[in-house]
C-alpha cells in the first residue's frame, strides 16, 4: 500500500503507530514525503520512502503535471491501497493519479461541501474528520490510524517503545547524559521572547548539563540564543543525527515542534511548551507527545519557571 503525508515532521511521525501495525502484520508499504522529511523514519518503517518533488497547494500547470508524472510512475507498483493522510490537494491528485482499487481519505464533517465534494471523487472512501479540532479531543496519531484500521482487524494505535523507537532510529545512539533544548525560530512564531528562551537554558542548567540543538537553517536565530547565553549550539544539517541527540538525551525541553515528536516516538521525556490559543485543549490533545513521560507548559508569564519544575520532575523520575 501507499501512504502520503505532505507536512511538516511532526505530521509524519503521527504515522507511526499506524506504520508500526502494518509492520506487525507484514504488509508491504511506501510512504510519500516531502524532501524536507525524508528522513524522519529508519528503513524499518517502510519498504520505500517516495519523494514529493512538487508544491503544496498549487494548481500551476507545471504542477499538476508533476503530480500526474509521479502517479504514472507509481502505477506500476500495483498498489491495492492509498491512503491519503494530508490534507494538501497534491495528496488527493496524487492518489487519483496512482489509481489504486482502494483510495481512502478524510473529508470534513460538517463543512466545506465544495471541497468534500471534489475529494470524494478522487477517493473509493472517505473517513469524516472535524473541520476544526475535534470536541471529542483525538490525538492525530488515534486520527491517522482510523485510515487502516479495517485493515488491522480491530487492534488500536500503540504506545508501546519497543514498536515505536526502531521506525524513528536507524540505530541507538550512545546514551547521553544531558538535556536537551531544541533552539528554533518557532520560538518566535508562537510568540514568545528571546529574553525567556535565555531564560529557560539559564534555569535549566540548574538541573543538569545542557545541549542546545538547532537546525542548520535556522543558524541565525540560534547564534542569538549562543551569543546571549554563553552555551555552544550543536547544529544539524541533516534530520538523521538530530533525531539520535534527541533520543540519546536525558530529556528534551521544546516548542511545539517536531523535536516534540521525535521525543513523543523514542521515548525521551519532554517538557514541551505549547503557545495559548483558541481552544488550547484541544490543541494539546491533538499534538501531546504520544508515547514519552512529559509535561506540558503553556507560555504565559512566567513559563521559563514553570517549565523547568516540569523538567525537574521529569528529571527525577
Known sequence: ?????????????????????????????????????????????????????????????SNLAAIEKLGEGLQRRAYSHVLVATEDPGGYRLAAAVGAPVR??????????????????????????????????????QVLFELGAPLLRGEGPTRDLADLRPLVLEREPEPDDRIAIQITDKWERLGVDIADVVDLIRRAGEYGDLHLLSSQR???????????????????AE????????????????PDSGAL????????????????????????????PWAAPHRIVQSLDGWPARATEALAQLVAA
Open 218 to 236: 535556522e543558524a541565525p536565530y540560534a547564534q542569538r540564543i549562543a551569543d546571549a547565553t554563553g552555551h555552544a549550539v550543536s547544529f544539524f
Open 1 to 61: 500500500m501507499l501512504i502520503i503525508r505532505l507536512d511538516a515532521i511532526g505530521d509524519a511521525l503521527a504515522l507511526t503507530p499506524l506504520l508500526a501495525a502494518f509492520r506487525r502484520h507484514a504488509f508491504s508499504v511506501d510512504v510519500v514525503l516531502q524532501p524536507e522529511n525524508a528522513d524522519v523514519f529508519s528503513t524499518l518503517a517502510a519498504r520505500e520512502i517516495v519523494i514529493a518533488r512538487f508544491a503544496l497547494r498549487s494548481s500551476a500547470r
Open 239 to 254: 534530520l538523521a543525527p538530530w533525531k539520535s541527540a534527541i533520543a540519546a538525551a536525558t530529556a528534551v525541553v521544546t
Open 261 to 288: 515528536h521525535v521525543a513523543g516516538m523514542t521515548g525521551t521525556p519532554v517538557v514541551a511548551i505549547f503557545a495559548p490559543q483558541r481552544q488550547y485543549a484541544l490543541q494539546v490533545a491533538r499534538w501531546a
Open 104 to 141: 481512502v481519505g478524510f473529508v470534513n464533517a460538517g463543512g466545506k461541501p465544495l471541497k468534500n465534494f471534489w475529494t470524494a471523487r478522487l477517493l473509493t472512501h472517505t473517513i469524516a474528520r472535524s473541520a476544526g479540532l475535534d470536541l471529542s479531543a483525538p490525538h492525530e496519531c
